[in-house]
């Protein structure tokens, strides 16, 4: 059964049934029907214009390549295991439809090309929708960080109390990380529209090709410069994959804070019912779930990244057939990547911050024992010796159960003679965010232009 095959020509004897099943990629690369269609009627329609085929012909392929379409879109379309992929069974498909004639539509190409073509294709799209599903998740910080510019928790180091910061500023640190993944992704989509259509199997072609056109046609930004390197690259999908990483990696630290958040010891966060999960047996339980989850799934995404890198690290050029595990890894993290960024803002966009349970915390620590330092060396003292003066009065407030705020004039200026009534302003928490206006700094006036620079940001995509 040799003839069943598209190659089979030089074959006496058909696959045996566990090979077919396990070289077949059908089963999953039939999510780049898009993409494999609207490549071939790009490429017969560029045969067409150099003369390689009629346009009546090149016509008749397109139309069939639309009716293969409209079959796979409405479900009708019987996809075959022994017909190995994707492009071959709508080859096969459009030949039955239109005779001999879809038998032309692969000069000129090799599968090799093809499959190059059509994951690019799609990656770049992904890439695209991950960008607008970054900006939506950014938009949403940068209303609740203007929502929450008065609002103040303990900022940490060494998730210890350190100083005083606003939870708008803690939302917008989130924010650029954000952003910078959506500009990483941009940078990889336009590493990723080159089109390798026309390298063919390895060498080039002998056809009198036109490369570019077809990468215009599809929106491409360029054809490739080098047919070995067109077949063979997957650069772009591990780049993605790697972007996905990083994205997973902001997303399972912010996922780890509302956690934490969330726990009543600090309550700084009342997540939705809608995002959260009850326990069979411990009736007051109100799980964060969703955030669990999402921490958990990030290491799935790095196991992709992981799984392509190491899936190219011994191939010789060109194409070998160990390429071929290089889509479900992707279409993996993309599907992660893709329902974290929209659950995680849906999730923020009703998600309560209990400021009353903030500031409690603030007074827990010594969030303003730096102050208390930086007020001794405006008062001419050293910065080291201010440094342990401040650590004593610490050491008194802690053994006496009360925070610095709450010594008396005489208490504090028992450590230092410099010490007046001016210091008890500088104690406030609300002094030390304010005071703290350099750029980039967590002072209202720096968190609003750090709100209006992402807003115009933001802007600027539409
Ligand atoms: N299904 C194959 C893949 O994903 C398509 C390319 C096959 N090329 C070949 N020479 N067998 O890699």
């Not at 329609?45 to 409405?74: F, K, P």
């Not at 005489?410 to 965010?433: G, H, N, P």
């Amino acid at each position: 059964m040799a003839d069943k095959k598209m190659w089979g020509g030089r074959f006496a004897e058909g696959t045996a049934s566990s090979v077919e099943e396990y070289t077949e990629s059908q089963s999953f690369d039939r999510v780049l029907f898009e993409e494999d269609i609207q490549g071939s009627m790009a490429h017969a329609r560029m045969l067409a214009r150099q003369g390689v085929l009629t346009s009546d012909e090149a016509e008749a392929i397109v139309v069939g390549l639309g009716r293969v379409r409209d079959e796979i879109e409405s479900g009708e379309f019987v996809w075959r295991r022994e017909l190995e992929d994707v492009h071959m069974n709508i080859e096969s498909r459009l030949t039955e439809i239109i005779g001999p004639l879809g038998g032309k539509l692969h000069t000129g190409r090799s599968r090799n090309d093809q499959v190059g073509l059509d994951f690019r294709l799609h990656v770049a799209r992904r890439l695209d929708e991950w960008r607008d599903l970054l900006a939506a998740l950014v938009s949403v910080l940068v209303d609740k960080a203007h929502e929450n510019r008065a609002v103040l928790l303990p900022g940490c180091t060494h998730f210890q109390p350190a100083q005083p910061v606003s939870l708008a500023h803690h939302l917008l640190a989130y924010a650029q990380m954000f952003k910078r993944d959506h500009q990483r992704a941009g940078d990889c989509a336009g590493r990723t529209r080159i089109s390798p259509l026309g390298a063919a199997a390895l060498a080039g072609t002998t056809y009198p090709l036109d490369p570019a056109s077809v990468a215009e046609e599809l929106g491409m930004d360029g054809a490739f410069a080098n047919s070995l390197d067109a077949v063979s690259d997957r650069d772009f999908a591990i780049e993605a994959v790697f972007d996905a990483t990083l994205i997973m990696a902001h997303l399972s630290r912010l996922c780890e804070e509302i956690i934490i958040w969330a726990n009543p010891a600090f309550g700084f966060v009342a997540l939705p019912d809608a995002f959260t999960t009850g326990s069979s047996i411990m009736p007051q339980k109100k799980n964060p779930d969703v955030a669990e989850l999402m921490r958990g799934k990030t290491g799935r995404v790095y196991g992709s990244l992981t799984t392509l890198l190491t899936l190219v690290k011994g191939l010789p050029l060109a194409y070998n057939r160990d390429m071929q595990e290089d889509k479900e890894p992707f279409f993996d993290a993309d599907r992660t990547v893709r329902a974290s960024l929209s659950i995680m803002a849906d999730m923020l966009q009703e998600t309560g911050f209990n400021a009353d349970a903030m500031r409690a915390a603030l007074s827990k620590g010594f969030l303003n024992a730096t102050e208390l330092a930086d007020y001794l060396v405006g008062k001419g003292l050293p910065f080291r010796e201010a440094h342990h003066v401040s650590g004593a009065a610490v050491g008194y407030a802690e053994r006496a159960g009360k925070g610095l705020e709450d010594l008396s004039l005489d208490e504090l200026r028992s450590f230092s003679a410099l010490i007046d009534q001016d210091v008890m302003e500088t104690l406030k928490y609300e002094t030390a965010v304010a005071r703290r206006e350099a750029p980039g700094g967590t002072g209202p006036n720096s968190v609003d232009r750090q709100i209006s620079d992402l807003t115009t940001w933001l802007d600027s995509l539409e």
